[in-house]
């Protein structure tokens, strides 16, 4: 069990990572611009990777409090790269918020009509979603028995149909089997995968 002090030195420790977060001219702060700049972003997420438990807690407080100066649509795009290379589990709700938030959101290339690896490299939480594997994917289904715009509810059985060893999921997919005809096409997609168990893009 953890005692008070544990758990006062772990409160004063992330209200200083919260502090440091939001501090402007701090390494940190450079790691966030550098997250938010599609030509840095690879280079950042690598650094991320490499030492990630020291950033996954800065990682999680911008999910909720981006800092300032910093575009916050390129930052959700370079955290979703973040948590799917690092596979983090407490991500998963940021990444069901931000489920279709688009890599490139002024260019129209009609990814639904593409290949999933289109798909995937265009909305980078769904991939982030896909790669955190089962346990992602229970979270979407949970989502999606909520109302869900259509867009967001084509992304979730996506994202549920690329992810293999997930048994509830054969009954998500056949319930999407009577909506719409992309909602419907990527459900049939899924039973497919699941029939020969495995995901075409993992």
């Not at 977060?21 to 611009?33: F, I, K, M, N, Y």
């Not at 490299?121 to 028995?145: C, F, N």
């Not at 084509?154 to 999921?169: G, L, Y």
Request: aromatic share 6%.
């Amino acid at each position: 069990m953890i005692s008070i002090t544990q758990a006062l030195v772990g409160l004063v420790a992330s209200v200083l990572v919260s502090c440091v977060a939001t501090r402007p001219g701090t390494v940190d702060d450079e790691l966030a611009r550098q997250l938010a700049n599609g030509a840095t972003r690879q280079e950042a997420v690598a650094a991320i990777e490499a030492s990630p438990g020291s950033k996954v807690t800065l990682l999680l407080i911008w999910a909720g409090k981006p800092p300032a100066r910093v575009d916050e649509h390129e930052l959700y795009v370079g955290l979703a790269d973040a948590f799917g290379r690092l596979k983090t589990k407490e991500a998963i709700p940021f990444l069901i918020k931000n489920i279709t938030l688009a890599r490139w959101p002024y260019v129209s290339l009609a990814p639904w009509l593409k290949t999933s690896e289109v798909i995937e490299e265009t909305y980078p939480a769904m991939e982030a979603l896909i790669r955190i594997g089962p346990d992602a994917s229970r979270a979407v289904m949970r989502a999606a028995q909520a109302p869900m715009a259509p867009g967001d509810r084509r992304a979730a059985i996506f994202v549920v149909s690329h992810i293999m060893d997930v048994p509830e999921a054969r009954t998500f997919l056949s319930s999407a089997l009577s909506e719409a005809d992309r909602e419907r096409y990527w459900a049939e997609e899924g039973l497919k995968m699941l029939d020969v168990g495995r995901s075409p893009t993992r």
